[in-house]
C-alpha cells in the first residue's frame, strides 16, 4: 500500500498492512501508530469512532481499491487472465512477505464481534468484485445467472487458497485454483461461443 | 460439538464453538472457561503452553473431525454429492448461528502471530481435507495431478465461499459455489469415463 499522502491516508494505508499481516482483533491502534508514524493521539482526531471506525475505513478502502484493479483489468485482458492476475498479485504478496500477508477484506470479514461495520464493507467489498467480474463475463456473452454464479465462485476460490495458500506456507494452492479458474472461464466461454 | 465428557475434552470443544464464533484473537481463556463451565485455573493445569497450546489443539480436533466426516462420506457417496454435504453443513451453521460461526480451522489459519503452531495445524488440516477429496477422486478414475488439483480447489472454494456468505450474511455464496463444484466434478468425471 501506497505511503505518503495526508496523516489520515497514511494511518488508514497502514492499517490496511498491519489487518493483512495480523487481522484486525490483533492490531493495536498502537501499532497503527507506530507503522505510520503519525503523531500520538491523531488516531481518536481522526477516528472518533475508534478502531471499529479505522477498521471499518481501512477495509472499504482495501475494497474499492481491489475493485477497481479488477474492473481496469478485465478491460484490456480476456476474464480467465484477469483472475490469473489477481491470483499472482496474492501469490506474489505472501511470496514476499514470507506468508506474513494475505487479504485485509478477508480479516475483516472473519474479525470479531466489535467490528460489525468493517465486517458488513468486507461483504460489499466480496460483492462489489463479484459485480465487476460478473460483467466483464457478461460482455463476453455469458448469461447474467452464469456470469453471477461463475463471478462468486471465483471470488470465494481466490480468497479461500490465500487463506489455504498462507497456513500452508505454500503457494501451491493459488497455483492450482489458479489454473481451474482458467479452465472453467474458458469452458463456460465456450460453451456460448 | 458436542458437550460432555473430560474437563479438557471439554475446554477443547467450547474453543472450537468460539473460535469458530469470533476467531481466535478475540477468544480469552477466560471465555473458555466460562462456557465449558471448567473449573477457574484448570486452564493451565490441562493446558500448560498456554492459549496457543488450546489453539493448536482445538485446531488440530476440529480438522481431524472434518476430515474423518469427509472421508465416510465419500465412501457413501459420488465426490460431487460429498462436497454437496459439507456446503450444505456450513449453509446450516451460518443460518442457525446468525452468520456468527464460520470454520474454525479458518480462524486458526488466519491467527496472528502469537497462533504460529496453529496456523501451522490448520495447514495440516486442509492438506488432510485435500488428500481425502483427491483419493475420492482418483477411486473414480481421475488421474493424481487432476485429483489434487481438483480437490484443492474444492476445499478453498468452499472456505472462501464460507467467509464471503459470513461477511454478506446471506448464503448465497454457498449456494452458488455448491453448484459450481457438482458440475466441475461432474465434467471432470466426464472426461474419464
New interface residues.
Given amino acids: 500500500m501506497k505511503q505518503g499522502g495526508t496523516t489520515r491516508d497514511r494511518m488508514l494505508a497502514s492499517a490496511v498492512t498491519l489487518f493483512r499481516?495480523?487481522?484486525v482483533?490483533?492490531t493495536s491502534f498502537a501499532d497503527v501508530i507506530t507503522h505510520s508514524q503519525a503523531p500520538r493521539g491523531s488516531i481518536y482526531h481522526h477516528f472518533p469512532g475508534g478502531k471499529a471506525q479505522l477498521a471499518e475505513e481501512a477495509t472499504r478502502m482495501a475494497g474499492e481499491l481491489m475493485s477497481a484493479t479488477i474492473a481496469a483489468n478485465l478491460e484490456q485482458r480476456e476474464p480467465g487472465e484477469t483472475l490469473l492476475t489477481i491470483v499472482d498479485g496474492f501469490r506474489r504478496q505472501l511470496l514476499d512477505s514470507d506468508f506474513g500477508a494475505?487479504c485485509p477484506v478477508?480479516?475483516?470479514?472473519?474479525?470479531?464481534?466489535?467490528f460489525d461495520a468493517a465486517?458488513?464493507v468486507?461483504?460489499g467489498a466480496?460483492?462489489s468484485w463479484e459485480t465487476v467480474i460478473a460483467a466483464g463475463l457478461e460482455r463476453r456473452g455469458l448469461t447474467p445467472d452464469r456470469a453471477?454464479?461463475?463471478a462468486?465462485?471465483a471470488?470465494?476460490?481466490?480468497?479461500?487458497?490465500i487463506?489455504?495458500a498462507?497456513?500452508?506456507?505454500?503457494v501451491?494452492?493459488l497455483d492450482?485454483?489458479g489454473?481451474?479458474l482458467v479452465r472453467?472461464v474458458h469452458?463456460a466461454l465456450a460453451e456460448v461461443a
Same sequence: chains 1, 2.
Fill in positions: 499481516e495480523r487481522g482483533d490483533s494475505s478477508a480479516a475483516a470479514a472473519l474479525a470479531g464481534g466489535d465486517r458488513t468486507a461483504g466480496f460483492t453471477a454464479s461463475l462468486t465462485t471470488v470465494a476460490t481466490i480468497e479461500g487458497a487463506m489455504v498462507k497456513a500452508q506456507r505454500d501451491q494452492a492450482r485454483v489454473a481451474e472453467w469452458a
